[in-house]
């Protein structure tokens, strides 16, 4: 064993049984070898303790020892001291020997008082004795959580309870508990029960509970209750399952199998669960599978050496499967925790159970699978068939055994979303078999098979499914025979299925008169009930036999009336079809019928049609009364005027189509088909054309180019909001067309499809395609004349690659492409231009395939990124045009650029390319020599039938060879360079790019020897001049960084054969004299000898830009490489020089070679190397940007006269880090020189000599004032001595408050560092941007103590709300802090950004770990790299946070802006994007003049512009106000002039609010109006005419507003035709808010017009008080057709007047009503019953009647409001008055019967009070029961409460009656009633099922009042309500049930809860 003892060994396991001088030697072998133990587990068999003290050696030496386990005799006092000292130790087993008599001399381990700090897990086997004295004492294993504690010597049952009490004494927290108690002789009289482990009931946690013994353990019914109230998260519970046979026979007595359901309804959680069954309980079964308590989580029941009891295994089995909800194992003898017994001898009995219990759970699942658990559990499914003569008739499932899982196929096949989602996709074919394959796919396959009929027959077949046959030969009506009821039945259940209907005469059945079947139907229709969409071809055979199948439900027709078809019977169809109401959606008529024949008919169909969205009618069928009806459709989205016509005839010339004034208010596509001058002046005559988003303009004869340009010019000016534009032109010979007639629509900008037809084609250009591109970026479709034959127009394949950079989201690209140009493929399959979304390239009618067709394919696969599809059969032209020749030439086009794609494909993915920036193109330069055999090779793998295998795609890649190799070691390179030439070349560069030795380099040209242990050279006169120096320089050209290191024994035994002789002879040898790698960049040389030293100097040359010396030589040896140095580095950017003897000034030699090096960057010195040669030549270095004067000497006594750095004025005006070590007031000398670090960024200093903590003050001060932009400093006080009494505290660093940059501070001191909660605040508030900070994490320990003080861990929360960046956190944590954690884990403030928290020399708290890990891990934030999360997150926070968090990272900053700048509170900073504002000398704002420099970046003020969505504006005194003060109508114009698409508005504005009472700010509202404006809220405060010109210029530019708010000083008489017009431009508008009394007449109508308007307030409060003159107070008929919500605020007469006089409010569902001049209760009467007669359907109603003056003292009561009764919808209801409204129970009945789904419930809880003294009446207490018995779905309750009733608490706090559902408590103004705060309390929390919040005047809907002058006493009774409804709810959880039966027990319940409370 012993060669194989190695320093890596982490785990070792011995068992020897030699003699004792072998195992003394291996255990000393072992101790010296193997120093990074983990793991031991040592027995030595019938030895003595002879190897104590070897093991302690042994012990002592593996300092990382986690695991120990010896024998129970190995507990000496040597080896128990030795493990105490373990700090990593966390198992210890010690009784891994089981029979050992050696143990009486042995058990020191009980009996001393070593401790075990970070022992988890104890094993151990003792007397029962010693295990008491064991746990007895204190503070032994603080953390220990798993116990295995075994005995073979118990003597008396009360042993064990007192080590049950000393373990839940000392270790509450414990989770495992192991006991295995046996006695070795034969007395069994030493019986166990539930009382002798009692005590560990206290141990809440306890997981897992072991008890073996001779005998069972006794327990009861009531001792599992109170061990299932213990242990809620139990998971393993052994019960004695495994006593002691005698003489093979059972031993008496266990747990009897009826308590098996107690166990499953008390231990939900357990898992493993042992019992030893009694053998004389015999359990029932009561046929009940699936009961209702199961295990819900049992895997394992343990029987251990139990018998099967006399009932058999077959019950026993079913009493057990019953109960197991998953299948579960059942074990015999099961080997314990660190127990032996086992073996059973009834395992054939117990596998027949187990067999049982597998078919059972198997056939319940499924049942479950099948039948559904709810439907099994009521109907209480039976297995047995019984005597019962009432069994249930269901069939029972049969039980089969299987041994595996549902297969996944089967559970694809078996759900039916999955089914229904294959079958959608499926042909009728597929469906037809799929329905007889079984009832659940029968189902669903007949749904979609008869979702959509295609012919009329299957519907006859069902009627004569008989004589089905006559039907396919158009037999005769009269031949069939009746259907009969059967056959009826039939049709319905298909039927219903059918929701599209498609049928002409052409198909078996369409010559049906269908109408007649109808009178034979039972319920006197034919038609399918659920049709939507009907389709139907009507000739003269077909007559009228549509007719049947149209009804109200249709919402798609589509009809086509054939040639033979009269007009008599066309004008009947149509008047029919009217007479039969259906809604439709969408309509589409084709004829050849005569327009005024029917278009009377046709017009009275679309006139009825309210609903329609789509009509597709014929050419010229547009006569003035048709267009008519189209233009009132308020819905119409679609209107299509060149439906598809087959006519030979020609028709007489109408105007294609005419769009009158306020006609088609909601058309959004239109389809247009005539003369392109008549299409051009319907656009310029049609207002709403600006909402257009798709148009389609068709032609047959174009006459004139020109007429295209205007058409062009009118749409661009017409319709700016196109998204697709089509223009299809015939073709005209003697035309041609170019781009520049299409320019116009350019300015169309949110165009996303394109499309021109164009017989002759038209030429294009690529400066064309560049400003489409530039137009247009979102384009998607882009159809440019593909069907041209055209040839001198055609587009050039080489144009390709153009269109793909400028167009990169297209995703269809067709147009008619050259076939006679030579195709140009660069070679580059990774462009810089690609289609990134391309997927169809249409390549026209009569393109053919160029000459090369291989080039053409790699051409379009480099410049697609997905599998690009080419389409060549444009219409019917495949067989009219195309070969079959030139078909297979395309199809080979397409599989070569399909292959190219799969390519570029592999090629990002192994090489990681993420975006095309030139990366292709980089790598084919790599090896331009290899350029043609790679495209030979990628023209080969287009038209590879296979592709090339991973790895031969791998190792043919340098890229990903290069990947690959740089994370190999070295040692392995050495074999990879020996596979193949193209390997070795790039592992040999990465062998020796970084050499370790010099060695590698010399032996390529001398051969070394070894020679007494030492390598050495040969002979210098054997070298060979003529050697290979060609091999050498290959070689030596790879290195680039050289180290040498004579000091480290390893390398010092090669080394040293490398001499200065040897280096200078070689050098002579070389060709050109030079011995040194010519690219040589770093050298890095340890020395101890003058040898090795010089040895340096052949490798010093001009390409070295860092060097590392370290020479332990005499001074004059370092002086002389210095100076070699000096001469030949001239391009060295980094040096660290380190010379310890300085006997031999270096400081002249050193300060030359630091003048000789211009562009040093670096320089680190040992920190005696202070001269002020060496400073002043420091000092002139123009690049020096790190300096470090304190390099590897720490603790140097040559120090005192060399500390001229400090006390010198030398600038460095570029150093940005200093480091340096010197006492502390040398360090604050340095820094009270000013500009002597301008550009200081980061600073570490360090001292060892610190006197006092005012020392500490002085130096950041200094620090603060000279470099207040610093972001990095480091301050690192220790002390050399013991004296610890220098202390330092927040106060010694508060200066540095003043670098307001800082991101790191680090503190390192001998004492913790002293702050509270209002230092952590100052620093928070000062260091916004801070990342790591440590505050003296590692203070020195003294006598290795902790020391005192430090950082409590209460403090860590405020820390992560005043630093929200930090990164990284250092604190030393106070050990006597103990922290609390509320159990919240997702607390309100987290550490948004911590990755480390450094705890240093901490000690652990005195807190458990787990509630310390607890608190910390709630603290920390895991979604810090979810945008989702994050854009959630930051749009709770601050503006000011905000702008911090966009400055941390990429992946926060899109966010941080996306928040940061969707809702701006002012257009400033807008403004401030393109113009400067400063303040002038009068306090003022101004800005610069307009004269702006070209390069203003408009492209960034875009990038902001566009996620703007909200602008508010308001003019006032404020700050913000002050500053919009700049913000004019001239400001705004002129910026928008130079903005290059002439508007300075946000391209994606949603929302503006702007108030304004200045001229100038409310005209600079009028640019921000625009059409993606969805809400506006303008209050202006202006003078009439201002008011009116805004209004109509707001008119004009809102077409798309939906929200509008408007509050006005003015009179609604003189604004009212300006907001009428303005209203009735708004057809989208959903929300209106006007001030009182903005209800005329004008404004009225016009709102009244308003197809979607669904809220409506005229009760806004406006600044002054509005006259009431000219108000209108009725509404009639056909006005708010969809109003929802009527929020309004009047006299109550008019109010009454509104709603009397208007028409029936059916769509309303809420009404807020306000008045404040209620005269009588009588008119509140009124008004309910008018609510009641109008709104019979409402369901809220709030009334606000509260009056000024409080005078008059009337009351409500219920009387005034019962008319509302009748309003059974109503689920809010709300009443507010000055006075409490008077109910009794008899009233809370009748509103309880009529509005059974009441949810918000306030009756005036609020009434204000009079002298400050509440108002008498209100609600007495003793109501709340009824209320809650009443209202079950009450969630919100308003009340007040009657101070005067009195009533008492009976105590019972689970009664009969209780609030359901109610969450909200609202007393408004009440008092606290006379029975006190605690009975209150008490009373309402009996009534709430769960927690309810009691307010204080919560906020009514629409209205605001409150008083909280009791709020103080009310949250007294709110925090005893909440404490008795948790209680309730632990009641219940812990009494189940005696809770839910209330008989005697509930009394007892309520007094155990009161006295416990």
Not at 794 to 814: C, D, K, V
Not at 1080 to 1096: I, Y
Not at 1681 to 1688: F, G, Q, R, S, V
């Amino acid at each position: 064993m012993v060669p194989f003892l190695c320093e890596s060994l982490e785990k070792v396991v011995i068992e020897l049984d030699v003699d004792e001088e072998t195992a003394k030697a291996v255990v000393e072998q072992a101790a010296i070898q193997t120093p990074r133990l983990k793991s031991l587990w040592f027995d030595l068999v019938g030895q003595d303790r002879s190897l104590e003290n070897s093991l302690a050696v042994w012990f002592s030496k593996s300092p990382l020892l986690e695991s120990v386990a010896l024998p129970r005799c190995y507990q000496t006092p040597a080896i128990v001291h030795a493990l105490g000292n373990l700090t990593f130790l966390k198992h210890l087993n010690v009784n891994y020997t089981w029979w050992d008599e050696q143990v009486a001399d042995s058990q020191y381990f009980c009996s001393t008082s070593a401790t075990f700090l970070a022992l988890q897990k104890l094993e151990i086997d003792a007397p029962v004795g010693q295990l008491i004295q064991l746990f007895q004492a204190p503070e032994r294993f603080p953390q220990l959580n798993e116990a295995i504690l075994s005995c073979v010597d118990l003597e008396s049952p009360g042993q064990i309870l007192k080590l049950t009490e000393s373990i839940a004494q000392r270790y509450p927290d414990i989770t495992s508990v192991t006991l295995i108690l046996y006695r070795l002789d034969t007395d069994r009289n030493c019986n166990l029960s539930f009382q002798h482990i009692r005590p560990l009931l206290a141990c809440r946690d306890l997981g897992v509970l072991g008890i073996e013994h001779n005998n069972p353990l006794c327990v009861s019914e009531n001792d599992l209750g109170e061990m299932g109230a213990a242990w809620l998260r139990i998971r393993e519970l052994n019960l004695c399952s495994k006593p002691t046979k005698w003489n093979d026979n059972p031993v008496s007595g266990g747990v009897p199998l009826r308590l098996l359901p107690k166990m499953a309804a008390l231990f939900p959680t357990v898992q493993i669960l042992g019992i030893y069954v009694d053998l004389t309980d015999v359990p029932t079964f009561d046929h009940n599978i699936i009961p209702s308590v199961q295990f819900q989580a049992l895997r394992v029941l343990d029987v251990g050496t139990s018998g099967v009891p006399a009932c058999g295994p077959s019950t026993v089995g079913f009493f057990i499967g019953a109960l197991c909800k998953s299948e579960v194992q059942i074990l015999r003898g099961s080997a314990p925790r660190g127990g032996y017994r086992g073996g059973h001898s009834n395992a054939e009995e117990w596998d027949s159970v187990q067999s049982v219990v597998r078919l059972l759970v198997q056939s319940k699942n499924r049942i479950h699978e099948h039948l559904g658990t709810e439907d099994v559990i009521s109907e209480q499914t039976v297995l047995f068939p019984s005597n019962n003569r009432h069994t249930s008739k269901r069939p029972l499932p049969t039980i089969q055994a299987h041994t595996s899982e549902l297969d996944p196929m089967e559970r694809v096949l078996s759900t039916p979303e999955l089914l229904l989602a294959i079958f959608s996709v499926a042909d009728d074919d597929v469906l037809l078999a799929a329905a007889t394959v079984c009832r659940k796919w029968s189902t669903l396959a007949l749904d979609c098979l008869w979702r959509d009929l295609k012919s009329v027959y299957p519907l006859l077949v069902l009627v004569y499914l008989s004589t089905r046959e006559d039907l396919l030969h158009d037999s005769d009506e009269e031949s069939l025979q009746c259907p009969s009821t059967t056959d009826w039945e039939r049709y319905d259940a298909y039927a219903a299925r059918i929701r599209s209907i498609t049928s002409d005469d052409s198909k078996p059945g369409g010559f049906w008169d269908l109408a007649e079947l109808s009178l034979y139907h039972p319920r006197g229709q034919f038609f399918p009930p659920n049709v939507r969409t009907l389709s139907w071809g009507c000739n003269h055979k077909l007559k009228l036999a549509v007719l049947p199948f149209i009804s109200k439900s249709t919402e798609h027709l589509h009809l086509q009336l054939g040639g033979g078809f009269k007009v008599e019977t066309a004008q009947k169809l149509l008047r029919c079809i009217i007479q039969r109401q259906p809604n439709l959606k969408s309509l589409s008529l084709n004829t050849d019928i005569w327009p005024e024949c029917i278009e009377g008919s046709l017009a009275q169909l679309i006139s009825n049609s309210r609903q329609l969205e789509s009509v597709a009618l014929p050419r010229y069928y547009q006569s003035s009364r048709i267009v008519e009806a189209l233009g009132h459709l308020p819905q119409l989205k679609r209107l299509a005027v060149n439906y598809e016509l087959s006519l030979d005839r020609e028709w007489p010339y109408q105007k294609a189509l005419s769009f009158l004034p306020g006609r088609f208010p909601s058309l959004k596509d239109v389809e247009i088909q005539g003369d392109v001058p008549d299409a051009t002046s319907l656009l310029s005559e049609f207002q709403s054309a600006a909402q257009l988003q798709h148009l389609t303009v068709s032609c047959e004869t174009l006459e004139k180019a020109s007429h295209v340009s205007g058409l062009a010019a009118t749409i661009a000016q017409r319709c700016p909001a196109l998204q697709t534009l089509s223009f299809n032109f015939s073709n005209s010979p003697h035309i041609n067309l170019t781009f520049s007639t299409f320019r116009p629509v350019l300015s169309c900008r949110s165009l996303t499809s394109f499309r021109v037809g164009f017989g002759n084609a038209i030429k294009m250009a690529e400066h064309d395609f560049r400003e489409m591109a530039l137009a247009w970026p979102n384009l998607r479709v882009l159809v440019v004349c593909p069907d041209s034959g055209s040839s001198s127009r055609a587009l050039s394949w080489n144009m390709f690659p153009t269109i793909a950079s400028l167009f990169p989201y297209l995703e269809q690209f067709s147009a008619n492409f050259s076939s006679t140009d030579e195709v140009k493929f660069s070679g580059d399959i990774l462009p810089l231009g690609e289609f990134r979304l391309l997927k169809e390239l249409g390549v026209g009618a009569k393109s053919t395939v160029p000459k090369d067709k291989t080039a053409l394919g790699l051409l379009i696969g480099a410049h697609c990124r997905l599998p690009i599809s080419i389409s060549f059969n444009w219409f019917e032209w495949e067989t009219r045009m195309r070969s079959a020749e030139d078909k297979e030439k395309w199809l080979e086009v397409e599989s070569i650029a399909r292959r190219a794609v799969e390519v570029k494909q592999e090629i990002r993915r192994r090489w990681h390319f993420r975006e095309n920036d030139g990366s292709g193109k980089a790598f084919l330069d790599i090896a331009e020599e290899e350029l043609d055999t790679f495209c030979l090779a990628l023209h080969q793998a287009a038209f590879k039938q296979t592709e090339p295998s991973t790895m031969e795609f791998a190792v043919q890649t340098p890229e990903l060879l290069l990947a690959v190799f740089s994370n190999v070691e070295r040692k392995h390179l050495t074999a990879v360079a020996r596979v193949c030439q193209k390997w070795s070349t790039l592992a040999l560069d990465f062998i020796w790019r970084d050499l370790d030795s010099v060695v590698p380099l010399v032996e390529l040209i001398v051969p070394l020897k070894c020679a007494d242990g030492l390598l050495r050279p040969w002979e210098l006169s054997d070298l060979q001049t003529e050697c290979s120096w060609n091999r050498y320089d290959a070689y030596a050209d790879r290195v680039r960084t050289i180290q040498f290191d004579d000091t480290s024994d390893l390398r010092a035994g090669r080394n040293q054969a490398i001499t200065p002789k040897l280096l200078r002879k070689v050098a002579s040898l070389h060709p050109r004299g030079a011995f040194f790698p010519r690219h040589l960049r770093a050298l890095k040389w340890w020395a101890s000898v003058q040898e090795s030293a010089l040895a340096m100097v052949p490798f010093l040359c001009g390409s070295l830009e860092e060097v590392l010396i370290n020479f332990d030589v005499d001074g004059e040896t370092a002086k002389a490489v210095i100076e070699q140095a000096a001469m030949q580095t001239p391009r060295l950017k980094s040096l660290c020089l380190d010379a310890a003897s300085p006997e031999t000034p270096l400081e002249n030699s050193l300060a030359v070679w630091i003048s000789k090096s211009p562009l040093l960057e670096s320089i680190a010195l040992p920190r005696y190397y202070q001269t002020p040669t060496i400073v002043h030549a420091l000092g002139n270095l123009t690049f020096l940007k790190h300096l470090n004067i304190n390099y590897y000497t720490w603790w140097d006594e040559r120090v005192a006269d060399y500390q001229y750095f400090c006390s010198t004025s030398v600038a460095f005006l570029a150093l940005q880090k200093l480091e340096i070590d010197a006492p502390v007031d040398q360090l604050a000398q340095l820094f009270q020189v000013s500009e002597r670090f301008p550009q200081l960024n980061e600073a570490i200093l360090s001292s060892a000599d610190l006197e006092s903590p005012g020392q500490i003050l002085k130096l950041t001060e200094s620090l603060a004032q000279q470099c207040p932009d610093i972001a990095l400093i480091a301050l690192i006080f220790y002390r050399h001595d013991t004296d610890r009494s220098c202390d330092i505290s927040f106060q010694h660093i508060r200066p540095l408050l003043g670098c307001r940059n800082l991101g790191v501070l680090e503190i390192g001191h001998t004492r913790p560092f002293r702050m509270n909660e209002n230092d952590l605040e100052e620093m928070g508030a000062a260091w916004l941007g801070i990342r790591e900070l440590n505050l003296c994490s590692k203070p020195a320990r003294w006598n290795h103590k902790p020391v005192p003080g430090g950082v409590p861990l209460r403090l860590l929360p405020v820390m992560a709300a005043v630093f929200p960046m930090v990164q990284i956190l250092g604190i030393y944590v106070d050990s006597k802090d103990v922290p609390t954690f509320d159990h919240n884990i997702i607390p309100s403030v987290q550490f948004q950004a911590l990755r480390v928290l450094d705890v240093g020399a901490s000690g652990a708290p005195a807190c458990t770990p787990l509630t310390a890990g607890f608190f910390i891990g709630a603290l920390l934030s895991s979604a810090i790299q979810t945008p989702e999360l994050l854009l959630e997150i930051f749009s709770n926070a601050q503006r000011q946070d905000l702008t911090i968090i966009a400055r941390v990272c990429q992946t926060w900053s899109a966010s941080a802006l996306d928040c940061l700048w969707r809702d701006l509170d002012s257009v400033v900073p807008l403004v401030e994007l393109v113009v400067s504002l400063k303040r002038t000398e009068n306090y003022e704002w101004s800005w610069e003049p307009l004269d702006l420099p070209s390069e203003v970046r408009w492209d960034r003020y875009d990038e902001y512009a566009d996620r703007v969505r909200t602008v508010q504006f308001a003019d006032g005194s404020g700050i913000r106000e002050q500053r919009n003060g700049v913000i004019t109508a001239e400001l705004i114009n002129s910026l928008s002039s130079l903005h290059p698409r002439g508007a300075f508005c946000p391209p994606k504005l949603r929302k503006i609010t702007w108030i304004s009472e200045g001229y100038d700010s409310a005209f600079a509202m009028v640019p921000f109006l625009c059409g993606t404006l969805e809400e506006l809220d303008l209050r202006l405060y202006l003078e009439t005419e201002t008011t009116r010109t805004l209004i109509e210029k707001a008119a004009g530019q809102t077409p798309n507003l939906k929200s509008l708010r408007i509050e006005l000083s003015l009179p609604a008489k003189e604004l009212d035709n300006a907001l009428a017009s303005w209203f009735s431009k708004l057809p989208l508008l959903h929300s209106v808010t006007l001030p009182r009394y903005y209800q005329t007449s004008a404004i009225v109508r016009a709102l009244g017009t308003l197809t979607d308007l669904r809220q409506l307030n005229v009760g806004y409060k406006a600044k002054q008080e509005l006259s009431a003159d000219g108000q209108c107070f009725s509404f009639t008929p056909g006005m708010f057709t969809k109003l929802e919500k009527l929020e309004i605020d009047a006299p109550l007469d008019q109010l009454t007047q509104l709603f009397q006089t208007s028409q029936r409010f059916t769509q309303l569902n809420e009404v807020i009503l306000s008045s404040i001049d209620l005269e009588s209760p009588g008119q509140i009467f009124n008004l309910s019953v008018t609510i009641a007669q109008r709104c019979p359907d409402i369901t809220a109603v709030t009334l606000n009647f509260y009056r000024p003056s409080t005078d008059q003292d009337w009351n409500i009561s219920f009387q005034d409001i019962q008319p509302l009764v009748a309003c059974h919808c109503l689920k809010v209801f709300e009443i507010m008055h000055n006075s409490p409204i008077s109910v009794n129970e008899n009233d809370l009945r009748v509103m309880a019967s009529a509005w059974s789904r009441i949810e918000v419930l306030n009756l005036c809880s609020k009434p204000p009070r009079r002298n400050s003294k509440p108002v008498a009446g209100g609600l007495p207490l003793r109501l709340l029961p009824v209320i809650a018995s009443l209202f079950p779905t009450l969630r919100v309750l308003g009340i007040y409460i009657d101070m005067e009733a009195v009533v008492q608490f009976d105590g019972k706090i689970l009664p009969e009656r209780e609030f359901q559902s109610l969450r909200v408590l609202d007393v408004g103004t009440s008092g606290i009633p006379n029975i006190g705060q605690v009975p209150l309390g008490f009373f309402i929390g009996a009534l709430c099922k769960s927690d309810v919040q009691i307010v204080c005047g919560r906020p009514l809907r629409g209205f605001q009042r409150g008083n909280f002058q009791y709020a103080l006493q009310w949250s007294s009774v709110r925090e005893i309500k909440r404490m008795v409804v948790r209680s309730k709810n632990g009641v219940r959880e812990d009494w189940v049930p005696r809770a839910t039966q209330h008989t005697e027990p509930q009394g007892k319940v309520d007094r155990i809860f009161l006295v416990d409370l």
